[in-house]
């Protein structure tokens, strides 16, 4: 078996060499069996007239900080390592270049902030909050989850000017609304925020953007999914129609899998659109237009007409949207509109029909009696 050329540099210790300021011939190496360093001769220099290869710009494969040219002396345990996992306190001695360009070791002060890169990377959350907040240079890259228990209760962001929390151009603060209520950003003065300010509940995400010194760009990184409410109305005695007046028809009938698209649905979960307690309403938990469809069908036997209104906020059957009433033809009249609902807002389905006696509400295969909206787009 072929045996390899093994070679071996001159070589020793840093004092050695130091002493016997030895004359490597041009292009001969040397090297200090102690602290790693290795210098190439140029056949008149001594050793210590030589400077260290590529001319010391590393830290030394042996020893300390310490020894390297390249640090004149400091001592490593006056640095903050950016590879370094710990947290623990270093030496508060640090370099400071003066204006002359000469470089200064100082003391450190508590205001001299910096952190390492397992400070930056120990938590994506920068904080959790449950009431309005101010963004601030310790949520830069980082998760302010803002959690608002009620739908109704807003929880305001501000995004104050570069004069009072001077944020770096470029810098980004993400912010997800983590329970029901939206999150409301907000300028400070003289702060332009250009996008979509509302953070809707249920889980939406956004990244503020720092795009100049007091401008943000709002980006809708995920949208918590839209509200989408259907209730089938309550078909049989239980749900009479008097003739000759309109009745708000109650919306607690149970699913009949077997009809198509009849089945009670609320994306937000039991009980938050509608509930038994108030088995008339459907009540907004997100501001902005609702596509609303409202279809009923009765007894068709002796030619009933059939009116559907849409109710809003209590108001009487008959004096609410006006044009809304909608006569039907036959016995399944079908309501279909684009309204505009704040959060809070409540709508009920008053239905009238004039046979003469009272009637009930059907559910048939393919024409059942339902109310059903969908979240379209904001205010």
Known sequence: MAVGTRMQQRRATAATWAV?????????????????IIKVGDGSNGWNALDPAFDSHYLPILGKAADSELLDGI?????????????????DKVVKRLSDGRAKVIAGTA???AVNLSQLTSSVISRTVTAAFTLALTDVGKLIVANSSSYATNIAGTVP??????????????????????????PGAGVTINGSVPVYGGGSFVRLIKTATDTWRVTHVSLSPPPLLRRIVLAGASNTLPSGFFTKVRLDGADTPSYPYSNNQDTLGANEQWSSAANTKMY?????????????????????????????????????LGAGILRGDGTTPVFTQLIPLAVGDYMEMAVYQDGGSSATIQQQTYVNSFVEWNWVRPL
């Open 284 to 320: 907004s938990r997100r501001s902005g237009y609702y596509e609303v469809r409202m279809q009923v069908s009765i007894d068709p036997s002796g030619g009933n007409r059939l009116f559907i209104e849409p109710c809003m906020n209590g108001n009487t059957a008959g004096d609410n």
């Open 111 to 113: 205001v001299d902030d």
């Open 75 to 91: 001592s490593s345990a006056g640095f903050l390592q950016v590879g370094d996992a710990t947290t623990a306190a270093t030496a």
């Open 161 to 186: 000017p570069n004069s009072s929390v001077a944020i770096p151009v470029g810098s980004f603060v993400d912010i997800l609304s983590g329970d029901k209520g939206p999150v409301i950003l907000t």
């Open 20 to 36: 016997s300021n030895y004359v490597l011939a041009a292009g001969e190496l040397g090297v200090t069996t102690d602290t790693g």
